[in-house]
T-cell receptor
Framework: AQSVTQLDSQVPVFEEAPVELRCNYSSSVSVYLFWYVQYPNQGLQLLLKYLSGSTLVKGINGFEAEFNKSQTSFHLRKPSVHISDTAEYFCAVSQGGKLIFGQGTELSVKP | SAVISQKPSRDICQRGTSLTIQCQVDSQVTMMFWYRQQPGQSLTLIATANQGSEATYESGFVIDKFPISRPNLTFSTLTVSNMSPEDSSIYLC?????????FGQGTRLTVV
């Protein structure tokens, strides 16, 4: 069965520092990969997605992610974070029309 | 894209009662999905709701506890029945295109 592992449950970081949120998935077939963000008391918002093509995907709010098939990873990065990036981030994989989510990573940006 | 309106946004309910959550989409969709997000946890798919047929439940979820209605292509409800404190969670509805999922704002349920 498909699974998604987010390696860090919490990531504290200072404002303007770079950040990487790690995500690994298990699949032997082609998958679609997603990163969603959940701000406090909000629903989920799509940050970016990988469907095919270029392995470097750019999303909203300055985030990007790199699909690495050999390492089955889809890590999310931002070169300089803001206080407003404080939120829960979920990596997800889609296969056969179903979304499977990772456990989530709480990004906490401090001044 | 799709805009999803979900209500109520939050509720506090007595144990043993039931709560029905509504989800309205601004376009016609074949499938709607209901997720549960327990405190500090990720999202878990409860069931898939197709218009005109019975919902398909994931392992660990049953129709008696989470009955779902899908009367048309833009609307669905999820009922949390005979609630206990363990049902305290955020419940989200979702619709998916071939390449993206869209979520409602969620219903934050607290059972006391």
């Amino acid at each position: 069965a498909q699974s998604v592992t987010q390696l860090d449950s919490q990531v504290p970081v200072f404002e303007e520092a770079p950040v990487e949120l790690r995500c690994n998935y298990s699949s032997s077939v082609s998958v679609y990969l997603f990163w969603y963000v959940q701000y406090p008391n909000q629903g989920l918002q799509l940050l970016l997605k990988y469907l095919s093509g270029s392995t470097l995907v750019k999303g909203i709010n300055g985030f990007e992610a790199e699909f690495n098939k050999s390492q089955t990873s889809f890590h999310l990065r931002k070169p300089s974070v803001h206080i407003s990036d404080t939120a829960e981030y979920f990596c997800a994989v889609s296969q056969g029309g179903k979304l499977i989510f990772g456990q989530g990573t709480e990004l906490s940006v401090k001044p | 894209s799709a805009v999803i309106s979900q209500k109520p946004s939050r509720d506090i309910c007595q144990r043993g009662t039931s709560l029905t959550i509504q989800c309205q989409v601004d376009s016609q969709v074949t499938m709607m999905f209901w997720y549960r997000q327990q405190p500090g946890q990720s999202l878990t798919l409860i069931a898939t709701a197709n218009q005109g047929s019975e919902a398909t439940y994931e392992s660990g979820f049953v129709i008696d506890k989470f009955p779902i209605s899908r009367p048309n292509l833009t609307f669905s409800t999820l009922t949390v029945s005979n609630m206990s404190p363990e049902d305290s969670s955020i419940y989200l509805c979702s619709v998916e295109t071939s390449t993206e999922a869209f979520f409602g704002q969620g219903t934050r349920l607290t059972v006391v």
